[in-house]
């Protein structure tokens, strides 16, 4: 028996195989599972490639679930790229991400940067990237890409940028009609405050707080610390996600069945915890 009932859950943040690092599961493994469980959506991510042509055949696979897919911007797609961007939302992708172990706030945090990558066999090097230029502002394709995504009606995630490059994307995201999301908060990327996460949803911006962080691997966050992110920035606001797929971790289902489970007994209320996960990603994402 679930610990927490997640029927209709809309799952916006799961990692599936193939890819170079070992996933819990592949896209229609994960697929299957979740639908199982009685899921509404999920949402898949994968580092290197589009996710949008592997949701589809993954799909067509399954009855009662959406299986939606993503872009993440990095190096192997030409980094902070429009043209990339614009072609997956053609193509049906539901969240565009900006760069992930590509980013310069991800190779500061990790010291040797994409060295922890050449245990996976990768041999390329990895010059990071970040989204403002020497003056501290913004790059174009940043602004082109929010215009995109407001224009397709597909939100933005801020995925493994840093706080400093966080504010004036959602500042801009703000003024043009955008749709940004901040991914995972209290990952050792970003790692905000809940200070800044109530600051950043003034702007406009929805928080995305990740079942899969509290847990051992990664160990980022704490339940304590993601109801203080839930309350500085309002409910209403966020949504949940679990974040799963790395071996460290269950399926998807029970990574945030367990979760949910323990919002409810730290007090949290229940309409709370039933919001973000059923009820707001279906209005953020545009979900059928």
């Not at 990071?128 to 790059?139: R, T």
């Not at 043009?176 to 908060?185: E, L, Q, R, S, W």
């Not at 489970?261 to 545009?286: H, Q, S």
């Amino acid at each position: 028996m679930a610990m927490y009932d997640v029927t209709g859950a809309c799952d916006m943040h799961i990692h599936s195989g193939p890819d170079f690092v070992d996933r819990v599961g592949d896209d229609v493994e994960i697929a299957k599972a979740c639908e199982a469980a009685g899921f509404k959506a999920v949402l898949l991510k994968n580092h290197i490639e589009s996710t949008v042509s592997r949701a589809y055949h993954a799909q067509s696979q399954v009855e009662s679930i959406k299986v939606y897919g993503s872009l993440v911007l990095n190096s192997s797609v030409g980094g902070i790229n429009p043209f990339a961007a614009e072609a997956a939302m053609k193509m049906g992708a539901k969240q565009i991400f900006m760069p992930t172990f590509c980013s310069k706030a991800d190779f500061a945090v990790h010291g040797k940067g994409a060295e922890k990558l050449y245990k996976y066999g990768l041999k390329t090097p990895i010059e990071p990237y970040g989204v403002l230029d020497d003056s501290g502002e913004l790059i174009p394709e940043v602004g082109t890409i929010l215009e995109l995504g407001r224009d397709y009606q597909v939100p933005i995630g801020t995925s493994h940028l840093g706080y400093n490059e966080i504010v004036p994307i959602c500042k801009l995201a703000k003024d043009i009609g955008a749709k940004v999301i901040i991914t995972h908060p209290e990952y050792k990327i970003p790692m905000l405050s809940p200070a800044q996460v109530a600051e950043l949803a003034g702007y406009g911006a929805y928080i995305e707080i990740t079942a899969g962080a509290v847990f051992p691997l990664p160990g980022c966050s704490t339940i304590a610390n993601d109801i203080a992110l839930i309350e500085a920035a309002g409910y209403e606001n966020c949504f949940i996600s679990s974040d799963a797929g790395t071996p460290t971790k269950p399926m998807p289902a029970d990574v945030l069945s367990s979760y949910l489970y323990c919002l409810k007994k730290k007090g949290m209320d229940i309409g709370w915890i039933n919001y973000m996960f059923r009820e707001a990603p279906v209005t953020i994402f545009g979900i059928d």
